[in-house]
């Protein structure tokens, strides 16, 4: 179990940091390390959709892990998330 912080919402229009945990990755995941994260409109959206979510789909940050079958990336490499791009 991997360690972390995440900025969370709480369904009704209030977020909070809290302790999260990560498993490692599975077959064809990739673990990144976030280094900064942008809240969008879409993230201030959700903070009133009822459900507790974690904010910040795209981000900038480093490769902690690889899951088996995972080409391409290896732990250490910087990296950029987008939720557009498969």
């Keep these: ?3 972390g912080r995440a900025m969370v ?3 009704q229009g209030g977020f909070r940091l809290e302790a999260i945990e990560v ?3 599975q077959p064809g995941e990739v673990l990144v390390a976030l280094r900064a994260s942008g809240v969008c ?3 201030y959206d959700s903070m009133r ?3 507790t979510l ?3 789909h795209e981000g900038a940050g480093v490769v902690a892990g690889v899951g088996e079958g995972v080409d391409g990336f290896v732990p250490g ?3 950029l ?3 557009a791009i498969p």
């Design 1 to 3: 179990m991997i360690h």
């Design 54 to 56: 974690i904010m910040g």
């Design 41 to 43: 409109h879409t993230d």
């Design 77 to 79: 490499d910087h990296v």
């Design 81 to 83: 998330l987008n939720w």
């Design 9 to 11: 919402t709480d369904g």
């Design 49 to 51: 959709w009822g459900n």
């Design 23 to 25: 498993d490692p990755p």
